[in-house]
Structures are given as structure tokens and as C-alpha cells.
């Protein structure tokens, strides 16, 4: 049983973002992570997935994404390396694969069980962001339906679905990308609870990053709450979604009520049949791990101030959306709760010592 001053969860960009803060402070400390090979969930990513923003605006602490050549906004292979080369270029201790089982209280320390043996430390970090638990709401009938149902994680490409009649539900990002992807070769159909928002054009990453700085501003002053990001729209208009909508390609239309064998039918008796429906309705914050530790709130999350557990203060969650840090689920984003959670931990730690 090995001991350490941190275990971090998860070796995805938040992990190692935390790694980055917790070596300049002299902490000892293991990053373990699930995935066979560096790159976290965006190793997952469907084949056109770019980001929102140019590689400077998309970097980790300490160390900038280089361009990628012929590409304004990089793309998700380009991120893994990227990735590859953060993990490597600090040495960071990531041991991988590893399972984590459970977190459990043991006596001054926390015990992290996994499959390849259990960690004491005297605070963890839980960054195992949200990728390995897609959500599908439960719409009658979806058991009924005979076609092929998969969720973005499991989209890859729309070559798997030329000339096909296929559904895709969810008026996110997401969902107006893999729109966009598939407008072309395939009868689509588009389905979203509301009528999607866009951004203006002229909006990317740098801009919804800078508006996220600036709520924090304002919450931490003490000043009117500006709405974030989702203030804005819903949906960033990258290149190949703007095309797509400016073509006419994206028309999107209310949710259905329900799924048939066949296809899906609307409440006023429409019915569309479909070969494929493919749900972009968004993840659910991986905690199971953290259930021997009996912190779960409202909505499936756990309380926290800033970074840290309100009900356990040696634990820090990290990259899991505005209630760990605003935009702490963006590359840019993650930087200053990773730091301002290693320092709470190194402050922790040395108190307790």
C-alpha cells in the first residue's frame, strides 16, 4: 500500500493540469488513470471534431499547443498529442491503466482502491470528467425501436451512415456538429426540446473563455451574476456548422413523443421512419467512485466551494464543469482551478501536518 500526499483521479486534461500545479509546488503525488494511452476522453472523439478555438487559446498551464499545420481550430488527434507530449515534457506519474474501485475515509488519510492495488494519501483530486457516462433520456417506446441507437460517444463517422434515414436528438454542440456531419450523405432529421440558439459567427473559444473569466470576476466581487457562457446560445458556429445551416441543411425539429420499430412519431400523430438514431443528449459527472464517501447532492453533484468537498475537504473535483471552476471543463479553462486547488491542498497538508 503506497502512500502519498495526492492521488489524482483521471489522466485526461484536467488530471494532468493538476499534475502541472501540484509538481511546481513539491507535492508527492500519482496520477492514475483509466486509459491505456495518454489523451483522456478526447482519444473518444467522433473523426471531424475540432475544437472552438486556435491552439493558443486552447492550452494547458505552462506549456502552449503548438498550430497545427493547414488547420485554424485543431483537430481531436492533434489534442491527443498534444496531450502525449504535456504528460511527457513534466514527467508527469501517470500509471495507467488503472481502475479506481473506490474512495474511502481511513482514519487522517484517504484510501483509493483500485484493480492494481490501493493508494493512502492526504487529499485526492477526482478529474474523471464525464466522457465514460453518457446520458440517453428514457423516451417511451426506446426499447421498441429496431434500428441502431449509439450516443456521440460511439459516433464516428458519417460514412457509417450514407444513404440512411437517421435521427439525431440534442440541440447542443454536439448535436449541431454531428447534424452538420451527416447533412450531406444521409436523410436527416434533426430533433432538438428547443429551437437551437447559435452564437454570432464571429464567437469561438477565446470569446466564451473571456466571458467565463469575466463572471468569475463578477461572482467573486460580488457584482450581478452575467448568466455565463450558455447566455450566449447554445451552439458555436464552426465552420462546417455554419455552412450546413446556411445551405439549409439545418432545420431542426421539435423532440418526438416517442420511438416505434420503425421510427418516431411527434404528439400531433407526424411520424418519420429512421435506420439510425444517434443521441446527443449529453454526460453525467463520473463520480461512482467517490460513493463510499456518501457527498452526493442535488442532480448527481457534489457540493462544493470552488474545487473543494464541502462534506470532505480532502477531496478536490476538478473539470467537471461551472461547479468546479468555471469553464474547468475546457482545456483553457481547467488552468486556474487546478492551480488554485493544488494550493488549497498544499495549505491543507501543511496544517495537518
Known amino acids: 500500500m503506497d502512500v502519498v500526499d495526492v492521488v489524482v483521479i483521471g489522466g485526461g486534461q484536467s488530471g494532468l493540469a493538476a499534475g502541472y500545479h501540484l509538481r511546481r509546488l513539491g507535492l508527492g503525488f500519482v496520477i492514475l488513470d483509466a486509459q491505456p494511452t495518454p489523451g483522456g476522453a478526447w482519444q473518444r472523439a467522433w473523426d471531424s471534431l475540432h475544437l472552438f478555438s486556435p491552439a493558443a487559446y486552447s492550452s494547458l498551464p505552462g506549456h502552449l499547443m503548438p498550430p497545427q499545420p493547414g488547420e485554424t481550430y485543431p483537430d481531436a488527434g492533434h489534442v491527443v498529442s498534444y496531450l502525449t507530449d504535456y504528460e511527457q515534457r513534466y514527467e ?115 470569446a466564451l473563455f473571456d466571458h467565463a473569466t469575466a463572471r468569475r470576476r463578477a461572482l467573486d466581487e460580488g457584482r450581478i451574476d452575467t448568466g455565463g457562457v450558455a447566455s450566449l446560445g447554445d451552439i458555436v458556429a464552426v465552420p462546417p456548422v455554419r455552412a450546413a445551416r446556411d445551405a439549409g441543411l439545418l432545420k431542426a425539429q421539435p423532440m418526438f413523443d416517442r420511438l416505434t420499430p420503425s421510427g418516431v412519431v411527434w404528439a400531433d400523430g407526424t411520424t418519420a421512419a429512421a435506420d439510425a438514431i444517434i443521441w446527443c443528449t449529453g454526460f453525467r459527472p463520473a463520480l461512482a467512485h467517490l460513493a463510499p464517501l456518501g457527498l452526493r447532492g442535488p442532480r448527481g453533484h457534489i457540493p462544493t466551494d470552488g474545487t473543494q468537498a464541502i462534506g470532505e475537504p480532502r477531496l478536490h473535483l476538478l473539470g467537471y464543469g461551472d461547479w468546479t471552476g468555471p469553464a474547468s471543463a475546457t482545456l483553457i479553462g481547467v488552468g486556474r482551478p487546478a492551480r488554485e486547488a493544488a494550493r488549497e491542498i498544499a495549505a491543507f497538508l501543511g496544517r495537518s501536518r
Open 92 to 206: 508527469l506519474p501517470v500509471i495507467r491503466p488503472v481502475r479506481v474501485a473506490g474512495v474511502r475515509r481511513d482514519g487522517e488519510l484517504l484510501r483509493v482502491e483500485t484493480d492494481s492495488g490501493t493508494w493512502r494519501a492526504g487529499a485526492v483530486i477526482s478529474a474523471t470528467g464525464t466522457w465514460s457516462r453518457p446520458f440517453v433520456p428514457a423516451v417511451p417506446g426506446r426499447t421498441e425501436f429496431q434500428g441502431a441507437q449509439l450516443h456521440t460517444v460511439e459516433y464516428r463517422s458519417p460514412a457509417d451512415f450514407a444513404g440512411q434515414r437517421v435521427i439525431v436528438v440534442g440541440g447542443g454542440n454536439s448535436g449541431a456538429q454531428i447534424a452538420a456531419d451527416l447533412a450531406h450523405d444521409t436523410q436527416l432529421t434533426w430533433c432538438a426540446l428547443r429551437e437551437p440558439r447559435y452564437l454570432a459567427d464571429d464567437i469561438d473559444g477565446r
